[in-house]
């Protein structure tokens, strides 16, 4: 597939990287030189100087027999106007723009039309952390939890603590333990190394354990790795910008919210647009004002400014002064390797929740839903199932004999709306939705060769 990339930024860098080793024709566009070429030195792609939204610029990248146009520059207006000239001068077919304005996102039905402003799929990073965050604060003590077959399904991240009835046991046991869940674990990561599960493999304290469950089964299998917490009541946000506003529009009504804002005249703004939660202008390294407003008696603190120094340094404050759980903005990866050893409880990164979207659209085949995952290099998909016995390598197959590279799990099957969690003898039938997870995403592409139908599929 030939696609070109507007934007040489973390995002527009980190999608390229993805892309470049399943066998992509890929060009980037960016007014950086310094940053094209550190980008070409690394990888096998091609890049242009130049403003991305122009069309000489667009011209030279092949946009006029490009198959997709990525727009990830910081600009909203440039992503969007690419996008128009693509459509109207190249007749590029799929085009996809990151749009991070409020403004423009509440009129994206209007605005985001084949006769208006022609963008297929629109990224929204701010809307995607609120969901993420959200997420987690459903599901206490959940590092990570992923949606897929339209909300039937989760994936979730755990990490096993002593306590949870599960550790010093083995995986064959589960169905002892829960004999009327169903439940599949899907990997284990062991000081940081993948482990493959099978039904010998022993739960460890410290195992970061990744399973796939109907979501009302959730919280019974975290209690199975961990002492279970009770539901968040009191959160604390840091960062009154678009996530930490709009998060706290989004919970205010479910959670007892306070926020921090750091700007006089942002936090009055706030003061008055947000219904439910209490605004403070302030500083979350002033231990008086942590104090003052018992952080000790608070379930979670967020930190989301764009300062990952600010969002380290405010949460181990927390944490010190007795704060139950601190869950971190981190844009800078080296930083979230570090906190990830001390005393940070979860780290999320805007970067890969937005990579995760742009590669649900980017994928070959009939892949619907795609998070990535574990610093980027493995990967959660969901794929549908076309063809027939005769036309399909997967339909009418028992997952042991599926001809799956090493380090691929299945891990359910939504058929209809019905919600089959795998096991071996499980049989993959027409249209099935299927959920697997990837140690290493290098075998997507195998992947996406599997479930494609033959050419006599009609």
């Known amino acids: 597939m030939k696609i070109i990339i507007l934007g040489a930024g973390e995002v527009g860098s980190t999608l390229a990287q993805h892309l470049v080793n399943e066998n992509n024709d890929i060009t980037i566009i960016d007014k950086d030189i310094n940053r094209l070429r550190e980008l070409q030195d690394k990888f096998d792609l091609r890049v242009i100087q130049g403003q991305a939204s122009h069309p000489s ?13 990525v727009a990830v520059t910081s600009n909203d207006e440039t992503n969007m ?8 001068l ?3 077919p799929n085009r996809i723009a990151r749009i991070r304005s409020p403004e423009y996102i509440e009129e994206r ?11 297929d799929y629109l990224i929204t990073p701010e809307r995607l952390l609120i969901d993420y965050v959200q997420k987690l604060l459903e599901y206490p003590g959940a590092l990570q939890v992923v ?3 339209q909300n039937r399904v989760k994936l979730v991240c755990v990490k096993a603590f002593y306590g949870g009835p599960l550790i010093g046991n083995s995986i064959s046991t589960l169905k002892e333990h829960m004999p009327y869940i169903d439940v599949r674990i899907v990997a284990i990561y062991r000081k940081d190394q993948a482990i493959r599960p099978q039904g010998s493999t022993i739960i460890e304290a410290g195992d970061e354990v990744f399973f796939i469950t109907e979501n009302g089964n959730i919280r019974t299998v975290i209690s199975e790795l961990q002492r279970l917490e009770k539901p968040y009541k009191r959160i604390m946000i840091l960062g009154g910008g678009n996530v930490g506003a709009g998060l706290a529009a989004r919970i205010e009504n479910t959670y007892n919210v306070k926020l921090i804002e750091k700007d006089f005249t942002r936090a009055e703004a706030l003061s008055e647009q947000l219904e439910k939660t209490t605004v403070f202008c302030g500083d979350a390294s002033d231990q008086e004002l942590l104090n003052e407003e018992h952080i000790d008696q608070t379930d979670v603190f967020i930190t989301l400014t764009n300062d ?3 969002n380290i340094m405010s949460s181990m404050l927390a944490k010190k002064m007795g ?8 844009q800078r990866s080296v930083y979230v390797d570090l906190m990830q050893e001390n005393f940070i409880d979860v780290t999320i990164s805007p970067q890969l929740t937005t990579i995760s979207a742009l590669l649900t659209h980017v994928r070959r085949g009939d892949i619907v839903n ?3 995952l574990r610093k980027g290099v493995a990967e959660a998909i969901e794929i549908i199932a076309h063809g027939d016995a005769q036309t399909s390598q997967v339909i009418g197959k028992r997952f042991t004999d599926l001809k799956l590279p090493l380090g691929i799990t299945i891990g359910a099957i939504v058929r209809n709306n019905e919600v089959i969690i795998g096991k071996e003898d499980t049989i993959i039938q027409q249209n099935d939705h299927v959920i697997m997870f990837l140690l290493n995403k290098k075998h997507v592409p195998e992947i996406e060769r599997l479930f494609q139908p033959n050419a006599l599929f009609l």
């Not at 610029?57 to 146009?69: P, S, Y």
């Not at 106007?81 to 109207?88: L, R």
């Not at 039905?109 to 963008?119: S, Y």
Request: proline fraction near 4%.
């Open 57 to 69: 610029a667009l011209k030279d990248a092949g946009a006029q027999d490009a198959d997709m146009l």
């Open 81 to 88: 106007i690419a996008c128009q000239i693509a459509y109207s």
């Open 90 to 92: 190249y007749n590029t």
């Open 109 to 119: 039905k209007r605005l985001f039309q084949p006769d208006a402003i022609p963008i």
């Open 147 to 149: 949606d897929f077959a």
């Open 308 to 310: 990952d120094e600010a």
């Open 323 to 330: 704060v139950k759980r601190a869950i971190v903005l981190i």
């Open 370 to 372: 795609v998070s990535s």
